[in-house]
């Protein structure tokens, strides 16, 4: 039996076509949803790699001298926008956001979650597959997988565009301003509604505190923030909340004014 040989390409439409088998299975079997998303972030970050080896072989790895691990769904980003000059743009960005989110999610922790807001999640990153497959590998990602799995795939897509344009209507009846809606953590929407203390994704239902930085005074999402002590004169300590830019701009050795105690 000869040996199984897949290049890069052919080894992400692998997951692809194992992603929308899952993705079908899961209609019946909710269980599923996280075997589809798995495979199917698996198949962007093959695209990504696949995109950097056509610039030139030796992107994809991590160290170009050592050339033995290969590089991560973000640096394979990062590496496209900065050494291939690949437009990616905020949008792009949110969904390789969402995916390494997701991929986390599903290996490092439990793993329970609706299918309202599973579905959404599929359905935007199958969405930037198919938009980086046309735009960066002159490649329809429909010719790569079977019929009848890539109309099921549609449907479910569709389905999340459905959520994504009630919650629309939702923004409209409630008043929502626009500048009260983020980008949902979860599902990965421009949903999630922050004013009135809402704090919910109108997608996916995700609800998440939202909290102050004290030193910016801008807010974040809870995941977000670092708690940290702040010395206040000689003797008085004041525990306070930081942003990650915040938290990242102290030298925690040296500054004098906050420090964090799991540092120490």
């Given at each position: 039996?000869?040996?199984?040989?897949?290049?890069?390409?052919?080894?992400?439409?692998?997951?692809?076509?194992?992603?929308?088998?899952?993705?079908?299975?899961?209609?019946?079997?909710?269980?599923?949803?996280?075997?589809?998303?798995?495979?199917?972030?698996?198949?962007?970050?093959?695209?990504?790699?696949?995109?950097?080896?056509?610039?030139?072989?030796?992107?994809?790895?991590?160290?170009?001298?050592?050339?033995?691990?290969?590089v991560s769904l973000e640096q394979a980003a990062k590496r496209l926008?900065?050494?291939?000059?690949?437009?990616?743009?905020?949008?792009?960005?949110?969904?390789?956001?969402?995916?390494?989110?997701?991929?986390?999610?599903?290996?490092?922790?439990?793993?329970?979650?609706?299918?309202?807001?599973?579905?959404?999640?599929?359905?935007?990153?199958?969405?930037?597959?198919?938009?980086?497959?046309?735009?960066?590998?002159?490649?329809?990602?429909?010719?790569?997988?079977?019929?009848?799995?890539?109309?099921?795939?549609?449907?479910?897509?569709?389905?999340?565009?459905?959520?994504?344009?009630?919650?629309?209507?939702?923004?409209?009846?409630?008043?929502?301003?626009?500048?009260?809606?983020?980008?949902?953590?979860?599902?990965?929407?421009?949903?999630?509604?922050?004013?009135?203390?809402?704090?919910?994704?109108?997608?996916?239902?995700?609800?998440?505190?939202?909290?102050?930085?004290?030193?910016?005074?801008?807010?974040?999402?809870?995941?977000?923030?670092?708690?940290?002590?702040?010395?206040?004169?000689?003797?008085?300590?004041?525990?306070?909340?930081?942003?990650?830019?915040?938290?990242?701009?102290?030298?925690?050795?040296?500054?004098?004014?906050?420090?964090?105690?799991?540092?120490?």
């Amino acid at each position: 039996m000869p040996d199984l040989n897949l290049n890069l390409i052919q080894n992400s439409h692998s997951f692809v076509n194992e992603a929308l088998a899952k993705a079908v299975q899961a209609e019946k079997d909710p269980r599923q949803w996280q075997f589809a998303i798995f495979a199917l972030v698996q198949a962007i970050e093959l695209a990504l790699k696949e995109r950097l080896r056509q610039e030139h072989p030796v992107f994809i790895f991590k160290s170009v001298d050592e050339r033995r691990h290969t590089v991560s769904l973000e640096q394979a980003a990062k590496r496209l926008k900065e050494l291939a000059k690949v437009s990616i743009t905020e949008t792009d960005m949110s969904a390789i956001r969402t995916a390494i989110e997701w991929r986390n999610l599903i290996v490092h922790y439990e793993f329970e979650f609706s299918t309202e807001a599973l579905k959404p999640v599929f359905a935007k990153l199958l969405g930037f597959l198919v938009d980086f497959h046309k735009s960066n590998l002159d490649l329809s990602l429909a010719d790569h997988v079977s019929t009848a799995s890539w109309d099921e795939a549609v449907s479910i897509a569709e389905y999340g565009s459905e959520l994504f344009d009630r919650a629309q209507i939702r923004f409209e009846t409630e008043k929502i301003d626009l500048k009260n809606i983020w980008s949902c953590p979860r599902c990965g929407s421009d949903a999630f509604v922050i004013q009135d203390n809402i704090n919910t994704c109108y997608v996916c239902n995700f609800q998440d505190e939202i909290l102050e930085c004290n030193d910016c005074q801008e807010f974040f999402f809870r995941d977000d923030m670092h708690k940290v002590i702040k010395l206040v004169g000689r003797d008085r300590e004041v525990e306070t909340l930081l942003c990650s830019r915040c938290y990242e701009k102290h030298q925690w050795y040296e500054d004098e004014q906050f420090y964090d105690p799991d540092m120490y």
